[in-house]
Nanobody, 115 residues
Framework: QVQLVESGGGLVQPGGSLRLSCAASGGIFPVNDMGWYRQAPGKQRDLVATITRVGSTRYADSVKGRFTISRDNVKNTVYLQMNSLKPEDTAVYYC?????????WGRGTPVTVSS
């Protein structure tokens, strides 16, 4: 099975930046679409950004122009560059990856935006 491990979360002031990483390992099938989702306190998990294996991207309206998703297919790693962070970006960020037959989730990395 595929394992996804996120890293890079932490505490940052409004207007600051963070870069999240998610490394996939252990699978015998390639990971195709990947994405980042987030879950704020008391709210449901929502899509942040997705990227296909060939690099097509999609973003939630709330993060367009501020966040950038990218991937390294050789390293099986997806990244989320987060700029101009706002308090409303505070959440646990989860990595999602899918093969042709399964969907996998990481355990999440918390991001707190506060002054």
């Amino acid at each position: 099975q595929v394992q996804l491990v996120e890293s890079g979360g932490g505490l940052v002031q409004p207007g600051g930046s963070l870069r999240l990483s998610c490394a996939a390992s252990g699978g015998i099938f390639p990971v195709n679409d990947m994405g980042w989702y987030r879950q704020a306190p008391g709210k449901q998990r929502d899509l942040v950004a997705t990227i296909t294996r060939v690099g097509s991207t999609r973003y939630a309206d709330s993060v367009k122009g501020r966040f950038t998703i990218s991937r390294d297919n050789v390293k099986n790693t997806v990244y989320l560059q987060m700029n101009s962070l706002k308090p409303e970006d505070t959440a646990v960020y989860y990595c999602r990856g899918e093969t042709w037959r399964n969907v996998y989730w990481g355990r999440g990395t918390p991001v707190t935006v506060s002054s």
